[in-house]
């Protein structure tokens, strides 16, 4: 059974940084595009960040460039999202996604397997 889990989120203070962790099980994940989206109450859920099955190529909505740095590391069959200087606007369900588009993209269509989604609260 192919299953994706994230972990990592929780409650920090503004500025502060966080990692989230999608963890694949049932299938390589070396194989698969991954995307990080996010969903604020309220709001439609938006592409974060993604990363190429290679891992050669890597994409960053405009509000989170240079905050935040995407990686895969293929041996543990795991992708991360490093997020530094955390804002209160980051607040939100992050969600990582597997493709099997060999490149980056933001269309929630072309992914076909997705985590629960951890929450992520940035606040003081």
């Known amino acids: 059974q192919l299953r994706l889990v994230e972990s990592g989120g929780g409650l920090v203070q503004p500025g502060g940084s966080l990692r989230l962790s999608c963890a694949a099980s049932?299938?390589?994940?070396?194989?698969?595009?991954i995307g990080w989206f996010r969903q604020a109450p309220g709001k439609e859920r938006e592409g974060v960040s993604c990363?190429?099955?290679?891992?050669?190529?890597?994409k960053y909505v405009d509000s989170v460039k240079g905050r935040f740095t995407i990686s895969r590391d293929n041996a543990k069959n795991t992708v991360y999202l490093q997020m530094n200087s955390l804002k209160p606007d980051d607040t939100a369900v992050y969600y990582c996604?597997?493709?099997?588009?060999?490149?980056?993209?933001?269309?929630?269509?072309?992914?076909?397997?997705w985590g629960q989604g951890t929450q992520v609260t940035v606040s003081s």
């Open positions: 049932g299938f390589p994940l070396d194989r698969y595009t």
């Open positions: 996604a597997a493709s099997p588009v060999l490149w980056c993209t933001w269309s929630s269509n072309s992914y076909n397997n």
């Open positions: 990363i190429s099955s290679s891992g050669g190529s890597t």
